[in-house]
């Protein structure tokens, strides 16, 4: 079936339609689609790099052979654009400039979220935040867009132009996304998802948890943070990776994860916390910063800043 007449069959707006009708500037509806494209030859390619423990990244961090390939594929086709002028990438110690460039949009990514879970066959995705200017070292609150894709079933990106959340479907077809939902509002739903080594959680974390289980929520928890992430924009809840003592900032990334998974969530009526203040205030002092992050749900997102506040 031409891709037309699966629009005209199914009502369903395509994606540069879409961010159209939101008045986007051409240029960041080109930066968008680009992106968002390459998830065809990225999902083609897990087939040929199956390799799991493949390198080290600058964090001394095990890369998957996949990580170091999207990763690859997504800073040469952003280079190329002559759209970005900065690029930050979770597995790149340093920001990369393209000073030829025509447009001055910074771009963040993690080009390849959740990868210990490739060899497991469990959803991963790509996360992208997108500034219009003054590069990647801005807090979250500034981003002029923000989307993640998912490998499930199908490819699916979500996305925020801050004109609330919207996802769509890559249809292999006709090579388009079609909108597979056009607004999100994240309900208040009990489940949640923690990371970290319980013995070494900090007491307000623990406070949190059990509040939780006294409140008969359920766990989920996968391991890929923008697959938690979507299932939380879909059944409320929230996700969260506490700061240990150990390691006080936690696990995930301020720039590749934290803010433009925030941005979206909060464009879904939910919020953002490092337990104390909403992430996407954060001005940050570089690419690889950490923060413990709580998202999710607005009112449970309320609940957990009360705990800590009297911890
Ligand atoms: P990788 O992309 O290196 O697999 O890291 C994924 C991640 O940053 C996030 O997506 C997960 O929620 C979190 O780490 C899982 O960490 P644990 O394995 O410590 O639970």
């Known amino acids: 079936m031409k891709y037309a007449d699966i629009c005209l ?8 339609k879409y961010l159209e009708s939101c008045g986007c500037d051409p240029d960041l509806i080109a930066l968008i689609r680009l992106i968002a494209r390459q998830m065809d030859p990225i999902r083609k390619a897990f087939l040929e790099n199956q390799t799991y423990e493949y390198s080290l990244n600058a964090s001394g961090e095990l890369q998957a052979q996949m990580d170091t390939w999207a990763d690859a594929h997504l800073i040469r086709v952003v280079g190329e654009s002559g759209l970005v002028r900065e690029l930050a990438s979770e597995e790149q110690e340093h920001i990369i400039r393209f000073d030829n460039s025509r447009r001055e949009y910074a771009m963040v990514m993690d080009p390849l979220d959740g990868s210990s879970l490739i060899s497991t066959n469990l959803a991963v995705g790509t996360i992208v935040g997108i500034y219009e200017k003054g590069g990647v070292l801005q807090p979250g609150s500034k ?24 996802s769509f479907a890559w249809d292999s077809e006709s090579e388009h996304y079609v909108m597979l939902r056009e607004s999100f509002t994240v309900p208040e739903g009990k489940q949640y998802g923690t990371g970290g080594v319980r013995n070494e959680w900090l007491p307000a974390h623990t406070k949190i948890i059990e509040f939780f289980d006294k409140e008969g929520f359920k766990v989920r928890y996968s391991g890929s943070f923008v697959a938690d992430c979507h299932q939380l924009l879909v059944y409320g809840g929230i996700y969260s990776y506490p700061g240990s003592a150990k390691s006080p900032t936690g696990k995930l990334r301020l720039l590749f994860e934290a803010n433009p998974l925030g941005y979206i969530i909060i464009q879904a009526g939910g919020r953002i916390t490092d337990g104390e203040k909403n992430i996407l205030d954060i001005i940050p002092e570089k690419p690889h910063q950490k923060t413990p992050i709580y ?17």
């Not at 981003?143 to 959340?165: C, D, E, N, Q």
């Not at 998202?295 to 911890?311: F, H, T």
């Open 295 to 311: 998202i999710g749900s607005k009112g449970i997102i309320e609940k957990i800043e009360e705990i800590y506040s009297l911890s």
């Open 143 to 166: 981003l002029k867009a923000a989307f993640y894709t998912l490998f499930g079933p199908l490819t699916v990106l979500v996305v925020s132009v801050g004109k609330g959340v919207q």
């Open 9 to 16: 069959r199914f009502c369903m707006v395509p994606l540069r």
